[in-house]
């Protein structure tokens, strides 16, 4: 049995007491949401805070707000998100890629936060302590190594969170509270295309909120590929947001694919493409194969390497045309239940 490292334990009940703890401890300390990552993490060591602060007391932290657009708190279960209307019927990747996370149990538990800020992923990382000792370890944590790329001097660890590429296709900002200098930003530039360093979150801001946009004339789609249709992490997701103008044309465009490097990748030449044209099969086409020639996937997560990118452009395709109003439900079917290609 593993087991938890010894830490400290702070519960703290507003956000600003959290922002002078993150302060005053610096980056020994780390804050636990639903703790679906940081504790199974603590267990294998590779993630060891001396100081553990809880944020379920942080009532702050779970109000939602509707103005022009929409506020979630960081706090808010990724259940909740899913069973919210306005988000099921305004800010549909964001439904979609909230009731895919994990298993029910666990979306109970997880937060909107926690999935932004989730740890990246990679099959020699996410192993017992014992395991990662046994090969000398790897760069992420302890080694010196990459045993995906040894001559890469950048850890290539897979961003594996659902909700990022689907609030970046949504145009999402985040705002991160320090006890000094607060400040918002699009979601997009929290992250770095680095397995290591993958948030520009300095360790004494806490992720406080995620501020939608006005949805208007938008329409969103988020897709999802894992080995299993129950419960897995994402190997490949594609979040897509159409806002169309009064004739059927397209009059704005966001295009991201998840799982696919350490970070979300945002493919603006894909979407920019389907500015002012129609949905049809020839553009979408175009689009999605554009799309799928940015995606590199890395021999560290599940299925073979080469068959996830050629599916990324076929995702991309399912993503537009769904929005364009086909009925894609047998494919969105048959893709959760995919067993070739491994
Ligand atoms: C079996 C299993 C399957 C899973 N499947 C998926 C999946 O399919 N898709 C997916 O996306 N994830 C998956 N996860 C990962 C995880 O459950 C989710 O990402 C979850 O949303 C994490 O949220 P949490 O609140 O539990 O995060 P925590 O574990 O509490 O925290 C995760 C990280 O975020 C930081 N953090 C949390 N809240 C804040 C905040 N407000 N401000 C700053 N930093 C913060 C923590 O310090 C920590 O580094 C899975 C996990 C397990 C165990
Ligand atoms: S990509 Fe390389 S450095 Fe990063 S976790 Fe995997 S093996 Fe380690």
Redesign the pocket.
């Known amino acids: 049995m593993m087991r938890l490292p010894r830490f400290r334990y702070l519960a703290p009940t507003t956000t600003q007491e959290v922002a002078e703890v993150l302060a005053s401890e610096g980056p020994d300390a780390?804050?636990?949401?639903?703790?679906?990552?940081?504790?199974?993490n603590m267990k294998r060591r590779q993630?060891t805070p001396k100081t553990v602060v809880g944020?379920k007391g942080v009532a702050a932290?779970r109000e939602s707000q509707n103005g022009t657009g929409l506020r979630l708190g960081?706090?808010l279960t990724?259940t909740e998100i899913g069973e919210d209307p306005r988000v099921r019927e305004h800010y549909g990747a964001l439904h979609q890629a909230a009731v895919?996370?994990?298993?029910p149990h666990?979306r109970n538990?997880?937060?909107l936060?926690?999935?932004i800020?989730?740890?990246t992923r990679c099959n020699y990382y996410d192993q017992n302590y014992e395991w990662r000792k046994s090969i000398n370890f790897c760069m992420k944590k302890e080694g010196e190594t990459c045993w995906v790329a040894p001559a890469s001097k950048r850890c290539l660890a897979v961003s594996?969170?659902?909700?990022a590429p689907a609030l970046i296709a949504l145009g999402a900002k985040v705002h991160l509270l320090a006890a000094r200098e607060s400040r918002e930003l699009s979601l997009e530039e929290l992250y770095n295309n680095d397995g290591i360093s993958y948030l520009t979150?300095r360790p004494h801001?806490?992720?406080?909120r995620v501020e939608l946009p006005d949805a208007t004339g938008w329409k969103s789609t988020y897709w999802k590929l894992?080995r299993r249709g129950s419960?897995?992490?994402?190997v490949l997701g594609v979040a897509a947001a159409v806002k169309f103008d009064a004739g059927g044309g397209v009059a704005d465009a966001r295009i991201v694919l998840g799982a696919v490097a350490s970070s979300p990748i945002v493919v603006s030449e894909a979407a920019e493409m389907l500015v002012g044209k129609e949905l049809t099969d020839g553009v979408i086409e175009e689009a999605a194969e554009k799309a799928g020639r940015k995606a590199k996937p890395m021999d560290n997560t599940d299925f073979v390497l080469h068959w996830r990118k050629r599916v990324a452009q076929s995702f991309v395709g399912y993503a537009l045309r769904e929005l364009r109003g086909d009925d894609m439900s047998e494919t969105r079917w048959n893709t959760a239940k995919i067993r070739f290609g491994d």
């Open positions: 780390m804050v636990v949401a639903g703790g679906t990552d940081l504790l199974p993630q944020l932290l960081a706090g990724l895919q996370v994990a298993s666990l538990m997880a937060t936060g926690g999935n800020c989730l740890d594996s969170t659902d909700t979150r801001e806490l992720l406080t894992r419960f897995d992490f994402p």
